[in-house]
């Protein structure tokens, strides 16, 4: 049963650009996590998501971010006209229901 | 929304020593995680641990739901430990981890 997968590990854009970040859940798996993790920092939560649902993005940017977790595909989270505070480590994580979490390896994104 | 503390923020042992990690939260909570974040970044969960004792080896895990606590046991820590520990409630807010170094 592969882990939870992560692609790109790392990414680097410009200022301006948009990055998109994907995660695919374990086998089973239908919560999908999103977080942000700035250097020497914890974990920030973003999003939950079902399949085809947002439960919660209370953590979410409310402009250039948005997530989606299709029927058919990972889960992407995607950031639209980057700027360098957005370089961060992005981290998702998935569980089958109110259980333990698994989490990706993580993109980390590099704004130039 | 809940607020998540962690202590000590550091934590340098002698390999084969012992330690408590421990993560106050401020309110109720049905979902407490704890996870070890090795020196390259990787997350690994170690316990869900709403309440009630669990132990994994030589780590185990406390929750006191009724006065908002939980702790984390290493014993006879190894030099693969280091790392950040975090705790996590209702899968949405950490705390800001506790950075173990153990020394060979």
């Known amino acids: 049963n592969a882990g939870v997968m992560q692609n790109p590990r790392h990414l680097v854009r410009r200022r301006g650009q948009e990055a998109r970040l994907r995660c695919s859940p374990m086998?089973?798996?239908?919560?999908v996590y999103w977080y942000r993790q700035l250097p020497e920092e914890g974990l920030k939560f973003m999003v939950y998501l079902q399949k085809e649902n947002i439960i919660d993005e209370s953590g979410m940017p409310k402009e250039r971010f948005s997530a989606e977790f299709p029927k058919e595909g990972p889960s992407i989270l995607r950031i639209q006209q980057v700027v360098r505070g957005d370089s961060a480590a992005y981290f998702c994580a998935s569980s089958p229901l109110e259980d333990t979490q698994y989490f990706g390896p993580g993109t980390r994104l590099t704004v130039l | 929304g809940i607020q998540v503390e962690q202590s000590p923020p550091d934590l340098i042992l002698q390999e084969g020593a012992n330690s408590t990690l421990r993560c106050n939260f401020s309110d109720s909570v049905n979902n407490l995680q704890w996870f070890h974040q090795n020196p390259w970044g990787q997350l690994i969960n170690l316990f869900y641990?709403?309440?009630g004792t669990k132990q994994n080896g030589r780590l185990s895990a406390t929750t006191v739901a009724t006065e908002r606590y939980s702790l984390l046991y290493i014993s006879s820590s190894q030099t693969t430990d280091s790392g950040v520990y975090f705790c996590a409630a209702q899968k949405k807010r950490f705390g800001a981890g506790t950075r173990l170094t153990v020394k060979p």
């Open positions: 086998k089973g798996h239908s919560h």
């Open positions: 641990i709403p309440s």
